[in-house]
């Protein structure tokens, strides 16, 4: 039987570290395709940042009789994509990319959507869309990264997880008030 070790052995580790320490957390070991990691983490900031706006947006235009509670839900959404956008950001500085904050392009990198939506019932919607575009997209990602970049995908996992529970709110949300 092959008695082939499964880890690298230490003495190669050690060697391997000292190499390119200018790279800090991107270390030989790395085998993700680091350049695409960082195209598609800057695809999910825009997104996170696209919902952030569309959050606030709806935040301070949410009127009528169950407009407080919906407004409370919009500014939490708000806040935890906020929290979303700046820990990817922090992920692609980690990665030696760099984040892209460029407004300009910024609804073509993302892929949810910016829909105003007229009435709270509209933008309840038009959230829980943009909700379900994120959770495909983020679910494709985490596939893509796999044990390439283990740290990537359990960001982006639990970033998921999070969006799913703000599917589950919207979803609640549109029972209570249609
Ligand atoms: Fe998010
Ligand atoms: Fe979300």
Do not use: W
């Not at 992920?91 to 984040?99: D, N, S, T």
């Not at 829909?115 to 709270?120: D, H, I, Q």
């Not at 893509?144 to 970033?159: K, L, Q, V």
């Amino acid at each position: 039987m092959a008695d082939k070790p499964f880890l690298t052995d230490i003495k190669t580790l050690r060697e391997r570290a000292r190499k390119h320490i200018e790279n800090g957390a991107v270390t030989e070991g790395y085998t993700a395709d680091r350049e695409t990691v960082v195209k598609l983490l800057n695809e999910a900031l825009a997104t996170e940042i696209v919902c952030v706006l569309r959050y606030r947006r709806h935040y301070f235009m949410a009127s009528g009789i169950n407009a407080e509670s919906v407004a409370d839900e919009f500014l939490q959404h708000a806040n935890e994509e906020q929290g979303h956008a700046d820990q990817i950001a922090h992920r692609i500085v980690q990665l030696k990319g760099e984040p892209d904050f460029n407004p300009q392009g910024l609804l073509s990198r993302s892929h949810a959507e910016y829909v105003e939506g007229a009435t709270l019932i509209d933008m309840i919607q038009e959230d829980l869309v943009a909700e379900r575009i994120a959770i495909d997209s983020y679910r494709e990602m985490i596939t893509y990264f796999g044990n390439d970049d283990p740290t990537s995908r359990r960001m982006m996992e639990d970033i998921l997880a999070v969006e799913e529970e703000h599917a589950d709110d919207l979803v609640n949300l549109l029972k209570k008030i249609g």
